[in-house]
């Protein structure tokens, strides 16, 4: 022997050293294999612990005993044999090795054995070793010799199946596609056709070479597992498997042939499904033999002899002949339905027979596909028959199910799915078996992708997953799962208000792709029901990321969808709770912005912020602007050149000053100050940024230092307030213009202006319109008949006559029943103003001349003033009908109407016309209206209802009529009012004798 030969030479060392590095080439080689990689990798490492024990042998002098030279023998040939078994497992055709894992590891097995009984021989051969390598080649030995090698599990599985469909030689397609999966997965290539039909091929090459070297017996098995495997749809195309299926139909005929005599049951007198062998060597249907011997039948039924029923053999040589009958009659029937259902006549019977043949097994309905049934299947969803088409709709679901062939095949049929989507939109039964169809269709690419482009599918699917029929809903649901990877379609779902996988796209997708969802949300017109779904489900989140993005397109778009959610203010009120405000302000204050649109849709944003911070569902109070320092840099950014952003802010301040933080943003404002740059943005060719100035200054005005309003307000801004008045189509910007009018200081030059500038008709004629109960309208008037006081100041006669002349005292007596609270306080406020002058402008009524009897009788003066009086010319409550709704309007809740209206009628009882003026009181029923005010807890209503009693109960019979009832509230005032009001009250009870004018309350 060659290894002999070299340790008697000597040469002990270089055999030991082949070994090694042999063991090295074992290790590089098992690291690649294909299959068993645990057992090759278990005696690799074996080998590496072999390799210290070879080294140190090296090193030592070893006898040239026979034992010796016989375990370096066997190590070198089981060494270089486990090599050459490694280099074929990383080399042959893996499913060859696949099927031949049991035998490998049987080999890696043996292999080890041998090994560990050469190392136990070394100890006997060498002296001098160390007692450590003593050890542990002894603990090695025993680990090798027990060592235990099997195929993994997944690779028993496999072979187990194989097996199994050997044995039955009667597996359908399926059971071979699906053995063809699990050996891709086991194996861990692809399950695409091309990559497994190669595969397959280097299998069959395998097979030949086994022949070729005369291993008849395993090719003989190997023929048999590819029989088996061609049944799978990998093995040949779908062209080669429907000639080869059209060519065996046409050789079969045409004629369906009757059962053999032997297919039927001596006892059922029916085909047998399983026929079994009796010990009377009679074929019988299992459970109809095994029923019969149950009911005490000992016999054989067609023989008498008995029966030993433990005996029962299955016939497969006869089930196999009665399966190959009705194979044969299926294929025919098959192929001749097509023809009659073609054909139109009783095509509802013929699918009917159709569907339950693709019921009762899958190799059906590959004849069925096989046929090309699938365009003519198609082709009847178009019926009127809603029958017809649930018919062909489960069939087409009965050969798409688990056949990714048939998928493609229904798929490349012209407008195939475009035939289907309809019937989600029908009645519930052919939707349900629609949205099934549809839903197994999308498994297979080609189809998905056919799917989402129909016009309306995405559409009726949403509708449909939120349906009554759970398992059509759930069915509708996965489909849309299957459908949203493409982007495309997730556009679709969310325009049909189906969020659930845009939102997954902005959370987790890359930044193009959450940048395409962004700019989907900014485009879509959303109703408020879904913003607000929107932000439930957390779209608010990924948005605030995407703001925050340094690119400057991802941040655009994600604040344009900002911008279209935050228009609900419930979706503002959350921005502004979870921080949003700071990032957006930071971004608009930057004066160096990219994009003016960009800074435009911020400072959208920002108003919109505004206005959820006011609206009634902030329960909690929020604040947008948090320091001064905010009220101001926003406040600058109305100087810059872009009328859209500068509208904007100006709006978002216009809506601060009407929330609770109202009056610091006013006094912020004007310390700016604001009101100069308001001021000359009314020139401003924009009409929206005009309008919005003028609203904003509307607020500030009332609340500004008169010397500002002075130092600013010039002619021609009164003459550009009352162009906008007169030119205005913005009601708001009419009714704002009117409040700064109203509000502005009653400075005798302002007033002159606003006269010159015809400001007194246009007034006349908002208030005029105070009947009108729109909210807007309203205000209009109430600020216009605010604007109409500066005009009936006692102090200014002309102004006076001007006014009336317009008429506006009988419409001011009107607003006195129909206006608004406000429009009441001030309507009552200008009669008073105009009654004031009452007296003096009231002419006298001339003597009468000559004889009485053929004089003409006397003219009647007025009852309070004592001359002629006219509502235009002397501007007479009595004229004008007022006293009775001032009187009216004492019994209101509001202590500002009161007031006025009490000050309006105290104008006729002044001076000289106190007994006049207080029976026209009395005669209006206000006298006891101004005693109740004596419990008013307005102060300045007590006050001014005590001064009118004061001059009233100086007259007799007022105190008479009067004085009872104003006795017990005066008493009290007495007691618990002010200084002023307890002087006042012990008066009034000093003239109903009530209190000695000595009395301590004076």
Known sequence: ?????????????????????????????????????????????????????????????????????HAIEVMSREIKDAKQLAQECSEKSKFYLLVNCRSIVVRLEKHTKELSKAIALLPLAT????????EEIEKLRENMQTAGFKAALAEEEILEKIESGIRENNVDRLYANNLVILISEALGITNQRSTLKIELEEFKKEIENARVEKELFEARQMDQIIALLERADVASSPRERQLKHLAKRQSLGSQILEPLQSFYCPITHDVMVDPVETSSAHTFERSAIEKWVAEGNKLCPLTLIPL????????????????????????????????????????????????????????HREWVILENYIPVLIQILGSRNREIRNLALAILYSLAKDNEEAKEKIAAVDNAIESIVPSLGRRPGERKIAVTLLLELSKCDLAREHIGKVQGCILLLVTMSSGDDNQAAKDATELLENLSYSDQNVIQMAKANYFKHLLQRLSTGPDDVKMIMAKTLAEMELTDHNKELLFDCGVLTPLLHLFSHNDLQVKTEATKALRNLSSLKKNGLEMIRQGAGRPLLGLLFLHNMHTSSLWEDVAAIVMQLAASAISQDAQAPVSLLESDEDVFNLFCLIRVTLPEVQQKIILTFYILCQSPLASYIRTKLNECPAIPDLVRLWENENLNLRASAVKLLSCLVESCDEAIIVEIVDQKCIDTLIRILKSSSDEEEIHSAMGIICYIPEIDQITQWLLDAGALPIIYRHVKDGRDRDLQRSKLVENA????????????????????????????????????????????????????????????????????????????????????????SSFCLLEAEAVGPLTRILGESDPGVCEASLDALLTLIEGERLLSGSKVLADAKAIPLIIKFLVSTSSGLQEK????????????????????????????????????????????????????????YF
Not at 43 to 68: C, D, G, Q
Not at 319 to 326: D, T
Not at 346 to 362: A, H, R, S
Not at 954 to 983: I, K, W
Request: glycine letters at 6%.
């Open 785 to 872: 008949t605010g604007a109409l006081c500066r005009f009936t100041v006692p102090t200014n006669l002309e102004w006076q006559k001007t006014a009336a002349e317009t008429g506006i005292i009988t419409v001011l007596v009107q607003l006195l029943e129909n206006g608004t609270t406000l429009t009441k306080q001030r309507a009552a406020l200008s009669l008073a103003q105009f009654s004031e002058s009452s007296l003096r402008l009231s002419t006298p009524i001339p003597k009468r001349k000559g004889l009485c009897c053929f004089s003409a009788p006397a003219e009647i003066g007025c009852r309070v003033h004592g001359g002629k009086c006219t509502v235009n």
């Open 308 to 363: 030993d029923i433990s005996i029962l053999r299955p016939n497969k040589t006869l089930k196999q002949s009665i399966e190959e009958w009705k194979d044969r009659n299926t294929i025919i029937k098959i192929g001749a339905l097509k023809e009659k259902i073609q054909s139109g006549d009783d095509v509802l019977d013929d699918l009917g027979t159709l569907k339950e043949l693709c019921e009762q097994k899958d190799q």
């Open 127 to 134: 002296t001098g070793l160390s007692s450590g390598i003593m």
């Open 945 to 1000: 209802s005590l001064q009118a009693l004061e001059r009233i109960f100086q007259l007799l019979e007022f105190r008479q009529m009067y004085g009872a009832s104003a006795q017990m509230p005066l008493v009290d005032l007495t007691q618990r009012g002010s200084g002023s009001v307890r002087s006042i009250s012990a008066r009034i009870l000093a003239h109903l004798n009530v209190l000695q004018d000595q009395s301590s």
């Open 1 to 69: 022997m060659m290894v002999l030969d070299m340790l008697t030479s000597g040469p002990t060392s270089t055999a030991i050293s082949q070994i090694i590095e042999t063991i090295g080439e074992f290790v590089s080689h098992a690291d690649n294999v294909l299959v068993n990689k645990d057992s090759f990798n278990e005696l690799a490492a074996y080998m590496e612990r072999i390799t210290p024990i070879l080294k140190e042998l090296r090193k030592e002098k070893v006898s040239n005993s026979e034992t010796f030279n």
